[in-house]
């Protein structure tokens, strides 16, 4: 065991065994690097990570290669999930060396964390045009030792350059009409008409856009906006990307067509997609989209909801074959002869018609993965969900792959907004218990006795690593939801803790925002990113909830607070709308207000629900009822029931519409 035994990460403890004598991230491997004067070899991944698995089975399990990597560096172990920051600013160095980035992320530094060489993944020979990783280590062992005045001029080089990049801000003033109608006219022209989703391959599912496209359609009736959204997820719910008998999103497409997934299943994918497809339903009443949601939110709570009552981080791509080799995509694919096995040789063909699988296969070695090609015509939906439970079943009997235990806060925070929202409109109480109880468990353990956010636990205990600006973000954005839904003003008062500390301790000049606290260590470059990638960023996730808490509470502060934050909004949707998807998704709520709704009246009744339904962008909703709501809810105070009956008020811009008794009349005002 090396010095990883004992840490709180499924990833770092997926190596504590490795002949390579591993350092977690911290000041004693630097410090033993510049008592040994030698290089840190920095290696940051994670546990659902194919290529990850395949260098540290080649290299890093490897007894020679860790005998030269031990005498020659203070190898350096970090999950990129735990330590998002350390990720980001290294990520930062490697794309702007070699105009590429992944993981794994290979990184040589110097005993002061100053980066001066760069790869991804390096392969035990030598092989397409790129070096050995034992070629690589010799190299840089070679050029520390025999050249390192040019080492330290290539690393000081590298982090002046990091340091003096500025980030391009908005300026005054939030993102308008004319930045709105430009992301739009951006997203259509990357729309994949025939495919749906946005560019080429790989095709990421584009939740955060799609959010934008529904409450753009909501505020403005756009059709154009509402087809592409409902078009995308019509397309990656009939794909393979979507598993198709277990319910849930693999995390992106390798081709255009959404065939063959990368099938490794996160948190924070499902999460989003859960919403999103419940807010298509809001917008249309579609069936598909209800499906897709009920069955991604099941599929959360089944196969990710740890034992302590939050979400666990991933499910590997990997797992065992039936030849006992562990191998990408084992557990969902299928050949012709797998079915046949399992249903017999005319439900066989039944299912491999309607599930797209064929003789040649449709991934490797001629197993296909199971999809809705559409071509089949009508069919019996009772031999359908047959031949489904049948599948599934015997499924569940291969070896499954491995999932990554820890519960991230910011990743619970999506799960807890999406499952509270899913369960309110599809009445399932059951899914807003598994709401309320992950968010009791960020409150007791991740919150705990130290009033700031941790990042990650693992069985109940908090880990060591502070909590970033995403965290506080999602985890705020989850409260606000389960406030709305369940009427409880106490996530509205932890969510307003959050964000006080977002105010405190992330916030710049000019309305900036910072991915790690003012108190937090300070790394060789202060991260600081707005763009969303497979998440929102912690720029936008702090800027939509704390538009949304202004709105609960009049807050002028968290309202200036989130506009400020947008002006970055207005400069980025013009020009790069698919990274700012959840930005845009803001934008739309302040442009159409937010609207205030207070139900003074029963949580769960008409009124409330119909307030849930209402699609009018980011609107906030408060409910309750007596002489208590009031302390609940600051929306609530001075709303008293007309003639007896439960009345909801509708406000935004300062300006209060009528009360209402009358729950189609709420929806008209809800309508967009």
């Not at 399992?342 to 070695?365: P, Q």
């Not at 499952?419 to 919150?447: I, K």
């Not at 130290?450 to 908090?462: C, E, H, I, N, Y």
């Not at 500390?501 to 790690?516: C, N, R």
Request: hydrophobic share 40%; proline share 6%; with cysteine.
């Amino acid at each position: 065991m090396n010095r990883l035994a004992g840490v709180t990460s499924p990833y770092l403890l997926q190596h504590a065994d490795n002949p390579v004598d591993w350092w977690p991230w911290g000041p004693e491997a630097f410090e033993e690097a510049k008592r040994r004067d030698v290089p840190v070899l920095l290696s940051v991944g994670y546990s659902a990570c194919h290529w990850c698995h395949v260098m540290a089975h080649e290299s890093f399990e490897d007894d020679d290669t860790a005998a030269y990597l031990n005498a020659h560096f203070v190898p350096v172990k970090v999950d990129r999930e735990e330590r998002p920051d350390v990720d980001a600013v290294y990520m930062e160095a490697v794309q702007a060396a070699t105009g590429h980035g992944g993981w794994p992320m290979t990184v040589f530094l110097t005993p002061d964390a100053e980066p001066f060489y760069f790869g991804t993944y390096f392969p035990p020979e030598p092989r397409h045009g790129s070096p050995s990783f034992q070629q690589v280590l010799e190299g840089v062992a070679t050029a520390w030792t025999d050249r390192r005045e040019e080492v330290a001029e290539v690393a000081g080089r590298i982090v002046a350059d990091l340091a003096g990049r500025s980030l391009v801000h908005g300026g005054d003033g939030v993102p308008g009409e004319s930045e709105v109608a430009q992301a739009l006219l951006g997203l259509t022209r990357e729309y994949d008409e025939q495919h749906g989703g946005f560019g080429g391959a790989p095709k990421f599912p584009p939740a955060m856009a799609v959010e934008f496209l529904l409450r753009h359609y909501a505020r403005t009736g756009a059709e154009g906006a509402l087809q592409m959204a409902a078009d995308t997820c019509a397309a990656m719910a009939r794909g393979g990307i979507y598993d198709q008998l277990g319910g849930g999103f693999a995390r992106y497409s390798v081709d255009r067509e959404w065939i063959v997934p990368h099938f490794e299943k996160m948190l924070y994918d499902n999460a989003l997609l859960c919403r999103v497809y419940a807010h298509l339903w809001r917008a249309t009443g579609s069936d598909e989209a209800r499906r897709i949601a009920l069955e991604t939110a099941d599929f959360m709570v089944r196969e990710l909801r740890t034992a302590e009552g939050g979400f666990a981080s991933a499910l590997d791509a990997d797992s065992e074959d039936a030849e006992g080799r562990h191998v990408e995509g084992a557990f969902y694919v299928w050949t012709p002869e797998q079915l046949r096995e399992v249903l017999g040789e005319g439900d066989a063909a039944f299912a491999a018609a309607y599930f797209g699988v064929t003789e040649d296969g449709t991934f490797e070695e001629g197993a296909s993965v199971l999809r809705l090609p559409g071509d089949t015509g009508p069919v019996d939906a009772a031999r359908v969900a047959g031949v489904r439970a049948r599948l599934l079943a015997a499924r569940y009997e291969r070896p499954h792959p491995g999932r990554d235990d820890k519960v991230v806060a910011a990743w619970n925070g999506l799960a807890i907004a999406a499952l509270a929202e899913t369960g309110a409109y599809f009445d399932r109480p059951d899914l807003v218990e598994r709401a309320t109880e992950a968010a009791d468990l960020l409150v007791r353990v991740h919150l705990g006795e130290v009033a700031r956010l941790t990042r990650t636990s693992k069985d109940g205990r908090a880990g060591d690593n502070a909590g970033v600006l995403e965290d506080y973000g999602d985890v705020a954005e989850g409260f606000l939801a389960l406030a709305a839904v369940t009427g409880e003003g106490a996530w509205l008062e932890f969510a307003g803790f959050l964000l006080d500390i977002v105010l405190e301790q992330f916030t710049g000049e000019g309305g900036q925002l910072y991915d790690t606290a003012h108190d937090a260590e300070q790394l060789i470059r202060r991260p600081q990113d707005p763009t969303d990638s497979a998440t929102p960023s912690g720029w936008t996730a702090a800027a939509g909830a704390l538009l949304s808490y202004a709105a609960y509470t009049g807050s002028e502060a968290h309202r200036t607070a989130a506009e400020g934050a947008l002006g970055v909004v207005k400069a980025l949707g013009p020009r790069v709308p698919r990274f700012v998807g959840w930005g845009l998704a803001v934008a739309e709520a302040l442009l159409d207000g937010p609207r205030e709704v207070a139900v003074a009246g029963p949580v769960g009744g008409e009124l409330h629900r119909t307030a849930l339904l209402g699609r009018a962008p980011g609107a906030v909703v408060a409910a309750g009822e007596g002489p208590g709501a009031g302390a609940e809810f600051p929306l609530l105070v001075d709303r008293p029931l007309v003639d007896g009956e439960p009345t909801a008020y509708v406000c935004r811009h300062f300006v209060c519409d009528a009360p209402t008794t009358d729950a189609g009349e709420l929806a008209g005002k809800l309508g967009g």
